[in-house]
């Protein structure tokens, strides 16, 4: 068989090969971090994607489906970002599985796409050897054109194509520019690649398996492609004037972090100024279409499971989504601006006096998201004392399944007081020293463990800064569409269970009128086996059910209490949420909540994922107890102070 006529190396029959796929052609998106290449993916795919996680990882995987102008359809994978296939990192190991067709649930790639920055060009192009001995058809496709020109920068596409024989286009995902160019070529995959036998493939950081210690082949790869570099009279583009004026001030010891400070306290008083009226209404629905139920059905059981028990615990979770979306809206705007990168080189600072290594600030900042991608993301720190405290410390970073939590107690305990005129008030002060608490807690813990357990010389940081650049506005929406399915695929999954769940334990023991009393139900009983440990914090047996059920996922506590409340509370008078926990709470035991969710290692989720990358459950053992003990001793002082 003849070549295919893609470049890249197309298949051929020569190649060791099974019978090519008879179902749509499936192109693999690859570049290195920054690159454009999710902004790609984005204008490619627009709403027809699919966010789930990769068998046996919490790595996102990204399938979308693209629409050519044939009438045709190919299936696109967005790839996390690489510098390379040496599976040091965990997206390193990720990447090349899927290339050599080795993870379950999705097959080996037909088809490549190519991105790099062509502002960055000759450091991104150390991709294309690797990718190319993959013998597949391959597209170039240099993102950030626009930007290189304006710059002053150029490049002859003519000399790439020849030396490595791929196309190269010429794109601006952000501004949608050279997108048909693209498609174009995946309209090429979708005719041709189907009816082509598959090679064999391996991903090698040696071009052509040339057998050279790693450190002479990566060298031997650079000289290469600086020629080819030098011969497409590439021009570096000159400095970004704007980035400089920005980093004179963003980066400087003194006003960065005073900017840093500034924009944390922006991001979480938004987190209540601005949620709030959505919120409002999001709880109107909640509470009109719960109404509606409740009268459009018989007064049977399942009413009462579906209005008293699911519909109140969910949807005492569901409102809280406001605010969580608004959170990662900020942090996709400062990551896709530029500014996060910042904030992680003004973070070192701080992290080297403690003995962590700077590296170290990119897992404990996505901490913020979760803690169990978190940890995964500590493969990227090389020393194994320093990747050990990451993991410790990553789950005191204050997650956004803490949130749901935070919000209600806030709302209900503290009032909206002003302390600096518009700016900051007693909510958003309450939230902020709670984030710092967990801060400080990381801080205090790393400072311990690098000094007893895990004593070692911290190691230096390095870390590219990109420009600052306009965020995409459709990228970052839907990355809240994708956040918002996630959140309540939980809810709609754990929360209904336990739901459904603690439903069941208020409907026994049977008496002559039907289920108990809540107070007298096999929920309560079991309640107040626990009633006797956390009475010390001031809580109830309501609330030692809801931090057994939080082990789940921590919001969970908040649809646990929704159900217990909703049903104790049917033949009466509805009360809000805040204002049934205000009833059962003192001032005290609230803060004293609030501190133990601010260290309590409520999610057995995380448990779980530290076991598997300690190898053991040593650590997560230790911490499980370390944490908790925090928490107990610090609800147990607040509660006796407040």
Request: hydrophobic letters at 50%; a neutral charge.
């Amino acid at each position: 068989m003849a070549e295919l006529g893609f470049a890249g190396g197309g298949r051929t029959a020569s190649d060791t090969a099974v019978a090519g796929p008879a179902e749509t052609p499936l192109v693999a998106l690859i570049g290195p971090p920054n690159s454009g290449k999710t902004t790609l993916f984005n204008q490619l795919t627009g709403l027809r994607q699919k966010v789930a996680n990769y068998p046996g990882v919490t790595v996102e995987k990204k399938v979308g489906k693209v629409a050519l102008p044939n009438g045709a359809e190919v299936d696109l994978v967005d790839l996390p970002g690489v510098h390379g296939f040496s599976a040091r990192t965990l997206d390193e190991r990720v990447t090349r599985d899927v290339l050599e067709g080795r993870v379950e649930g999705i097959r080996a790639p037909d088809a490549l796409v190519l991105i790099v920055d062509s502002t960055r060009l000759e450091a991104q192009l150390m991709l294309v050897e690797p990718v190319l001995d993959l013998k597949l058809p391959t597209l170039l496709v240099l993102n950030m054109c626009d930007e290189l020109e304006a710059r002053g920068g150029r490049v002859d596409d003519g000399p790439l194509e020849e030396r490595w024989g791929v196309k190269v286009v010429r794109t601006s995902a952000s501004a949608g520019i050279g997108i048909e160019a693209v498609r174009d070529f995946l309209t090429g995959v979708g005719v041709a690649v189907l009816s082509a036998p598959q090679p064999e493939r391996t991903v090698s950081n040696v071009p052509g398996g040339v057998a050279l210690p790693m450190v002479a082949a990566f060298t031997a790869r650079r000289v290469r492609v600086r020629e080819v570099v030098q011969k497409a009279g590439y021009q570096q583009p000159s400095p970004s004037k704007l980035s400089e004026r920005l980093d004179h001030v963003f980066l400087h010891r003194l006003w960065g972090p005073l900017v840093f400070s500034v924009v944390v306290l922006l991001v979480f008083k938004s987190i209540f100024a601005w949620a709030v009226p959505v919120m409002d209404g999001v709880d109107f629905l909640v509470g009109a279409s719960g109404d509606w139920l409740a009268a459009s059905l018989p007064d049977t059981w399942f009413r009462s499971l579906l209005v008293d028990g699911v519909w109140a615990g969910v949807g005492s979770v569901v409102i809280f989504l406001p605010q969580i979306l608004i959170l990662f809206l900020f942090l996709g705007i400062l990551e896709d601006s530029g500014y996060m990168a910042r904030a992680a080189v003004i973070a070192d600072r701080m992290m080297y006096r403690v003995g962590l290594q700077g590296r170290a600030f990119l897992p404990l900042l996505s901490g913020y998201a979760c803690a169990v991608p978190a940890i995964l993301a500590a493969r990227t720190v090389s020393d194994e004392r320093d990747r050990l405290a990451t993991i410790f410390v990553t789950p005191f970073m204050t997650c956004s399944a803490r949130l749901p939590v935070y919000a209600l107690l806030i709302a209900a305990f503290i009032p909206a007081e002003p302390l600096l005129g518009p700016i900051l008030d007693m909510q958003v002060a309450t939230l902020l020293g709670l984030y710092g608490l967990g801060i400080v807690a990381a801080i205090g813990t790393a400072f311990l463990l690098k000094r007893t357990l895990l004593k070692a010389e911290p190691t230096s940081f390095l870390m590219e800064l990109p420009p600052y650049r306009i965020p995409s506005l459709r990228s970052i929406a839907l990355r809240l569409l994708d956040r918002s399915h996630i959140f309540l695929r939980r809810v709609g999954k754990v929360i209904f269970t336990v739901a459904i769940v603690l439903w069941t334990l208020t409907q026994f023991p049977r008496t002559d009128l039907g289920a108990p009393h809540i107070e007298e139900s096999a929920l309560a009983r079991m309640g107040h086996v626990i009633e006797p440990v956390i009475e010390p914090l001031g809580f109830n047996w309501k609330i030692g059910v809801g931090l057994v059920t939080s082990l789940a996922a921590r919001e969970v506590i908040v649809g646990t209490l929704g159900t217990i409340y909703g049903i104790e509370k049917a033949d009466e008078e509805p009360l809000q949420l805040q204002d049934a926990i205000k009833r059962d709470l003192s001032p005290g035991a609230a803060v004293g909540l609030l501190i133990f969710f601010a260290f309590a290692l409520q999610c057995m989720s995380t448990v779980a994922v530290m076991r598997r990358e300690t190898a053991g459950w040593k650590w997560p053992a230790l911490q499980f107890a370390y944490m908790l003990l925090l928490a107990y001793v610090g609800a147990f002082i607040a509660y006796r102070i407040f």
